[in-house]
C-alpha cells in the first residue's frame, strides 16, 4: 500500500493563477480531507469529504473547491492563487466504519509545498 | 469556540524526560491523539487516548488526560535525539463529528 499520496510536492505559482493539487489514497477510505499548514497556527482544516459525491466545508474553505467523484481521489482546486495561499497543504484519510473500535486514526500524505508570489 | 492550545517550544537534554502539554476546550471529545511530524514529512499517529482513560502507556510514551481541567499530556520517557521533531495534540468531537481541532504545535528540540 502507497497509503495517501500527494503531488506536486513543490509548486511556485504567481497571482491569479489557477492549480489543482491531487491527493490519492489506496486504504478505501471513505472520509479524506485538505489541511493548511501555516506558522505558529497548527493545521487548518479546509475542505473534507465523507464519499463520493459529498463534501463539505471545513474551517478556511474560501478560495478552494473540492470534488470527490470516486473513493480514492480528492483534488483540491486554488482558482486564482492568493499570496495568503502560500502555505504547506496536507491531504488525510481515514476510515469511518468500525464503530467503537475505530480510533478514528487520520492518515497524512508527505506535503505540498505552495509558494504564491 | 473550538481550540487547542500548546506551547511552542521545548528543549531538553539526551536521556531527559519531555513533557509537552496541550488544553482544549470540546469537553465531547471521544478521543484525543498525539501526532508526531519529522522535518519535511506529514504527520503520523504516536498515540491516542479514549476520553474515559486518565493515562495510557505505550513504551516510552506516558499519556495524562485531565478531563476537569481539559488538559492532555504527553511524556517520553529517556529522550532520544530521534525524538525531535513537532508534536501536534488534536482532539475529535462526538461520534458523527468529522472535524478535528489541531493545536499548534509544539517544536521538541534534543539535545547530545
Known amino acids: 500500500n502507497a497509503g495517501v499520496t500527494q503531488t506536486p510536492k513543490f509548486q511556485v505559482l504567481k497571482t491569479g493563477q489557477s492549480m489543482t493539487l491531487q491527493c490519492a489514497q489506496d486504504m478505501n477510505h471513505e472520509y479524506m480531507s485538505w489541511y493548511r499548514q501555516d506558522p505558529g497556527m497548527g493545521l487548518r482544516l479546509i475542505h473534507y469529504s465523507v464519499g463520493a459525491g459529498i463534501t463539505d466545508q471545513g474551517e478556511v474553505p474560501n478560495g478552494y473547491n473540492v470534488s470527490r467523484s470516486t473513493t480514492e481521489d480528492f483534488p483540491l482546486r486554488l482558482l486564482s492563487a492568493a499570496p495568503s495561499q502560500t502555505s504547506v497543504y496536507f491531504c488525510?484519510?481515514?476510515?469511518?466504519?468500525?464503530?467503537?473500535?475505530?480510533?478514528?486514526?487520520?492518515?497524512f500524505g508527505e506535503g505540498s509545498r505552495l509558494t504564491v508570489l | 469556540g473550538e481550540d487547542v492550545e500548546q506551547s511552542l517550544f521545548l528543549s531538553v537534554r539526551e536521556g531527559d524526560s519531555s513533557v509537552i502539554n496541550c488544553t482544549y476546550t470540546?469537553?465531547?471529545?471521544?478521543?484525543l491523539y498525539w501526532y508526531k511530524q519529522e522535518p519535511g514529512a506529514g504527520l503520523q499517529l504516536l498515540t491516542y487516548?479514549?476520553?474515559?482513560?486518565d493515562m495510557k502507556q505505550d513504551q516510552r510514551l506516558t499519556v495524562l488526560l485531565n478531563k476537569k481541567d481539559k488538559h492532555l499530556s504527553l511524556r517520553i520517557a529517556d529522550t532520544q535525539t530521534g525524538d525531535s521533531a513537532i508534536y501536534f495534540c488534536a482532539e475529535k468531537g462526538r461520534p458523527g463529528t468529522y472535524k478535528y481541532i489541531f493545536g499548534t504545535g509544539t517544536r521538541l528540540k534534543v539535545l547530545a
Open positions: 470540546d469537553s465531547s471529545s471521544t478521543y
Open positions: 487516548i479514549f476520553s474515559n482513560m
Open positions: 488525510a484519510s481515514r476510515r469511518l466504519a468500525g464503530g467503537l473500535s475505530n480510533t478514528g486514526e487520520l492518515f
